[in-house]
């Protein structure tokens, strides 16, 4: 599935290149720009809990929820690529 390695939060958002993403016509530049979005997500989600305010009930379902969309995700991925291979 996805991995993210446990950098500081701040060398991950310096690598995403969010302007020049957003202004890019090029699908490659906004797709990698994607990614890292997603990796900071999921780097945040499997952060051990250190916010005093969140409930470990609520983080729990919110870990359960971002799962299973990552799971959707992953496997509809998987099919695009699969069918780009198979042409």
Known sequence: MLSV???SESKVRSMVPQVAA???NDP????EALGLRIAEHV???CAPETSG???AELREKALAAFYER???VERQ???IRESLQLA
């Open 5 to 7: 390695a446990c950098d």
């Open 22 to 24: 957003q202004n890019s």
């Open 28 to 31: 490659r530049q906004r797709i």
């Open 43 to 45: 780097k945040l989600m």
């Open 53 to 55: 305010g969140t409930s």
């Open 70 to 72: 990552l799971v959707v």
């Open 77 to 79: 991925l998987g099919r």
